[in-house]
């Protein structure tokens, strides 16, 4: 889950509203299904992952870090609900206002003021606690998914193509536990620089693919000619 929780910039001729806000404004939904309803259920596999490692450890490769990673995760996105429950009471809208303060309270002399003042600090107390949530629940699919490679890895025991199929799946869990990482805590510039240098290295694979190819025909219908 990315941060994006930033508001509008100033730009010429648009005045900043005097209610703080998300941008974009289903970020404040984002983050809490993402610590209410996705990390607490997160959080059950890695404990699951305990006590299936635990009961059959001669059965993996790994046990024990994959134990402690999955430990590690669980507790991670433990923290992450905890962070979403307290980011929740801190964001609300001047319509909340509305349903609580009366037309006549709202035209008191200063409390409209006041009420807007109110609000933005706890928008910022808000983005805080959405900021903490955030780390958490990313850290924990991180260390969900290396504990997913750990579990997956085949047993010394193992041989052949199950072995392989299971190293195959140990290397795809890395590389998204390694994509989720990068895509989660790398600066937004440093994503871009280093998504442009997949695309460019995908684009020369598949051209040096192509030559190879037609390198390959080239070479097959000089063999049937002779």
Do not use: H
């Amino acid at each position: 889950m990315p941060s994006n929780e930033s508001e509008e910039p100033e730009t010429a001729g648009f005045r900043r509203p005097g209610w703080r806000k998300p941008a974009p404004l289903g970020y404040g939904p984002a983050v809490e299904t993402a610590t209410g309803v996705a990390a607490p259920l997160l959080a059950g596999f890695s404990i699951a992952f305990l006590g299936v490692v635990g009961a059959d450890a001669d059965k993996f490769r790994w046990p024990s870090q994959a134990m402690l990673l999955s430990l590690c995760a669980g507790l991670s996105l433990i923290m992450a609900v905890q962070c979403g429950f307290n980011a929740r009471q801190y964001l609300y809208s001047p319509a909340d206002l509305a349903d609580w303060w009366t037309e006549e309270d709202r035209t008191v002399p200063g409390r409209a003021e006041r009420l807007q003042e109110e609000q933005r600090a706890d928008f910022a107390l808000w983005q805080q606690w959405a900021r903490r949530g955030r780390i958490a629940y990313n850290l924990g699919i991180v260390l969900f998914t290396a504990a997913t490679a750990l579990v997956i890895a085949p047993p010394p025991s193992a041989a052949g193509g199950d072995a392989a199929v299971r190293w195959l799946g140990t290397g795809i869990a890395f590389g998204v536990s390694a994509g989720e990482a990068a895509w989660a805590f790398l600066p937004r510039t440093v994503w871009r620089r280093l998504r442009g240098v997949l695309r460019r290295a995908v684009r020369g694979g598949v051209r040096v693919w192509r030559r190879v190819r037609l390198r390959l025909r080239a070479g097959k219908g000089g063999t049937e000619d002779r």
